[in-house]
């Protein structure tokens, strides 16, 4: 009780606001930082529309070595276009209408193929010569998509919205992040002589100021703005975390430190919640930069462990 009380006291002088909303059109390319974002039922608009697909018909993702060059693919959505640009490369355009067939493919986290769409040969060129990825496309979410988030054992966290839509992102319609848990872990890092990382290696939709470290864990339901959202799982942290977004250098870092303090019993090394939103009007809601966040529930096992381990 006295834990909580000086939790509930020092949350009291702080704001809890958005800091950074960002979006990833392309699954594993560039992010795009935002003022606004609408809030949809499997994600920002826009996020993670698309994915780069490999000549075998399997998602492309930076965890492969020889395909790290997504990383450097800047994207930008207008209500048309999707415009992407590489190093030393001249920008290309794509209408977001225009696909030319449809395409069964993998889907990272998906239990089974997906019906996406395939956006053509001239944009498949343009990929494959600024990423260096033989033979691969730009597949897209089109008519005949549907996936659902699926129930992740190793987090044991049961899906808190049954048949809750996701884009292509692995897991979850939204990731969630803040900037105190951000720091504490830039703080053990340099502690040891190690670098700090920055929050790209993270690759979230939401960025929080104001929080404790970790608070995010103690979260189950929450509003931004007028949105509720059901605040799911811990995200798992895989081996994207530790390469550089603008070197494409591999370390081991953060994830070796994330494991001495963050790690569960199923091995997982968490950052970050993943989130589902509530109810939703069928054309969504806009939240922006510098929107408040209200906690209306914890989830009490999870805020015990993170009053043991973070809250002192």
Not at 56 to 68: L, S
Not at 84 to 92: L, N, R, S, V
Not at 159 to 183: G, K, N, R, W, Y
Not at 189 to 197: T, Y
């Amino acid at each position: 009780a006295a834990v909580l009380f000086a939790v509930q006291r020092r949350r009291r002088r702080r704001r809890l606001a958005v800091t950074k909303l960002l979006r990833y059109p392309v699954k594993s390319c560039g992010q795009e930082e935002l003022e606004k974002a609408r809030v949809l039922p499997m994600g920002f608009e826009g996020d993670r529309e698309f994915q780069v697909t490999d000549v075998e018909g399997k998602y492309c993702t930076p965890r492969d070595e020889d395909k790290a060059r997504l990383f450097q693919v800047s994207c930008k959505l207008t209500p048309q276009l999707l415009v992407m640009q590489a190093p030393k490369q001249e920008a290309f355009q794509l209408e977001r209408a225009m696909a030319t067939r449809p395409v069964d493919v993998q889907v990272l986290c998906a239990p089974s193929p997906q019906r996406l769409q395939d956006f053509g040969d001239e944009v498949a060129s343009w990929l494959q010569k600024v990423t260096g990825i033989s033979g691969c496309r730009l597949t897209g979410i089109g008519e005949g998509y549907s996936r659902t988030v699926q129930y992740n054992p190793k987090q044991e966290e049961p899906v808190p919205i049954p048949h809750a839509p996701v884009s292509l992102a692995d897991e979850a319609p939204f990731l969630l992040t803040t900037t105190a848990s951000l720091e504490d872990l830039n703080r053990r890092l340099i502690a040891k002589g190690e670098a700090p990382v920055d929050m790209r290696r993270f690759r979230p939709n939401i960025v929080l100021s104001g929080t404790l470290p970790w608070e995010e864990d103690s979260w189950k339901r929450i509003r931004i703005g007028s949105v509720e959202f059901s605040v799911w799982q811990r995200c798992a942290r895989c081996a994207m975390t530790t390469i550089d977004p603008d070197t494409l250098e591999r370390g081991k870092e953060p994830l070796v430190e994330l494991a001495k303090f963050r790690k569960r019993h199923h091995g997982t090394r968490n950052f970050g919640m993943h989130v589902v939103p509530c109810e939703l009007p069928l054309n969504g809601v806009e939240i922006e930069v510098g929107a408040s966040l209200e906690v209306l529930e914890f989830e009490e096992r999870r805020r015990s462990e993170w009053e043991k381990f973070h809250s002192q």
